[in-house]
């Protein structure tokens, strides 16, 4: 997968405002290792309060568990990095905002933190709309940290496209 560009994540952002418009629908972007890029993303399209509610950066277990409402007992068990985390974290997202499409990313950027069931690059990311299942997929993306932040960033935008009509 090649590395998206700024100009690239931005078209994404726009096309994806234009549907989520269209669909009357708000977009909740619940973050870890993409830092806020998500919804600096989302913000750098003029226009984007019609359709962005909301973002939230939760790197600490602690900003996990108060923000999103993810359960100690799932980080204790599974790790921030893991299925289960993502699916309450974008669930948690639903929750605490006026969205009604949300994501969620959880990952390794790197250089440091990996080990071998966790490699530097591996990136869980949900998605979910209000009153329906969340949809979970782990990607292992190369680069450094920021190539895995944009790529991470990349995914969750083209995951969306499924949720949004």
């Known amino acids: 997968m090649s590395i998206p560009t700024d100009s690239e994540l931005r078209v994404m952002a726009e096309a994806l405002g234009s549907r989520l418009r269209a669909a009357h629908d708000r977009l909740v972007a619940a973050e870890s290792c993409t830092g806020g890029w998500i919804a600096k993303t989302a913000t750098d399209i003029a226009g984007s309060s019609d359709w962005f509610d909301c973002g939230m950066v939760a790197y600490s277990y602690e900003a996990k568990q108060a923000l999103l409402g993810v359960r100690p007992q799932t980080l204790e068990s599974f790790g921030a990095v893991s299925r289960e985390t993502v699916v309450e974290m974008v669930s948690g997202a639903l929750v ?70």
Request: net charge positive; hydrophobic share 45%.
């Open 96 to 165: 605490n905002s006026g969205a009604s499409v949300a994501v969620a990313v959880t990952g390794i950027a790197g250089p440091g933190g990996g080990s071998a069931d966790k490699p530097v690059g591996m990136v869980w990311i949900g998605w979910k709309r209000r009153g329906g299942y969340a949809r979970a997929e782990v990607f292992r993306f190369d680069g450094d940290r920021e190539e895995v932040r944009r790529q991470s960033v990349a995914a969750a935008l083209r995951g969306l496209e499924t949720l949004v009509a």
